[in-house]
């Protein structure tokens, strides 16, 4: 059981739950390539890949930042290209990126279709095609692919509508067919030992969230850090066996308790 001398893949790791990861995985051990929109500047919000490359190297790890907008496909190949040339192979990969601009808080009303092609573009399709661009690069051991779901998967509908936040049709339906998706993944790679996992952060409160909002109010009730989750994800990467876990959809709290990581 271990991390020691892994690969791993990270996508929107500049923040949140991707960044949390990656320092996860690096400090099991693993190498780290880490991707986002941009390298060093950052957008309107806190957080940039130099600065988690950094970190990583603090620990002790090699990392690589590689630019990717994961909604479309030539910045995929180019990921697949950059991390094959660099390290020779890959051993975890997490799809982590999703798409949270405002048009993932709209209402259906309010969706635009070329809203609504991009978030599936970044939140299925994208996990997607990416799996099928590195399988020819896991050892023939196997591998992990874990797959960042949402709380929103799992919304109902509340009586005087849409309660907000990123429950929206589009938002909630790629997070729902990502659980499904893993599934089919998960039966049709079990041949070749490569787990897929599908792990549910449950409600998080990340840093992103730290930066819109008062930082004396403190964590709501409810809300996990995005350690959590990256525990659970770093967890599950590092099992002698992880296809125990393939084709579930593992809540990252839950799982850590269970193994006795987390009261």
């Avoid at 690069?137 to 509908?157: M, W």
């Avoid at 790629?174 to 041949?191: D, P, Q």
């Avoid at 393939?246 to 990581?261: H, N, S």
Wanted: proline share 5%; net charge negative; glycine share 12%.
């Amino acid at each position: 059981m271990g991390l020691a001398g892994k690969i791993a893949v990270v996508t929107g790791a500049s923040r949140g739950i991707g960044k949390a990861t990656a320092l996860a995985l690096a400090g099991g051990g693993a190498d780290v390539v880490v991707t986002a929109r941009t390298l060093d500047e950052p957008g309107p919000l806190p957080g940039t890949l130099a600065e988690t490359v950094g970190e990583i190297e603090a620990i002790g790890q090699r990392a690589l930042a590689v630019r990717c907008n994961v909604g479309k496909q030539e910045d995929l190949d180019a990921l697949v290209e950059q991390t094959v040339a660099h390290f020779g192979r890959v051993d975890v990969l997490v799809n982590n990126a999703a798409f949270t601009g405002g048009a993932a808080g709209k209402s259906a009303r309010e969706l635009t279709r070329k809203e609504w092609d991009s978030i599936f573009a970044v939140n299925i399709s994208a996990p997607h095609w990416l799996t099928m661009a590195f399988l020819p690069h896991f050892p023939s051991s196997g591998g992990v692919v874990v797959n960042v779901t949402s709380v929103a998967a799992q919304h109902r509908p509340v009586a005087g509508g849409n309660p907000g936040g990123l429950g929206n049709p589009a938002y909630g339906a790629t997070k729902a067919g990502l659980n499904r998706l893993g599934n089919f993944m998960a039966s049709e790679l079990f041949a070749e030992r490569i787990a897929v996992i599908t792990v549910d952060p449950g409600l998080v409160f990340s840093a992103t969230i730290e930066a819109m909002t008062d930082p004396a109010a403190g964590m709501p009730a409810g809300h996990v850090t995005t350690d959590v989750p990256a525990a659970a994800i770093a967890y599950l990467a590092a099992l002698d066996d992880p296809m125990l876990f393939t084709g579930e959809v593992v809540v990252g709290a839950e799982l850590l308790r269970r193994v006795g990581l987390l009261e």
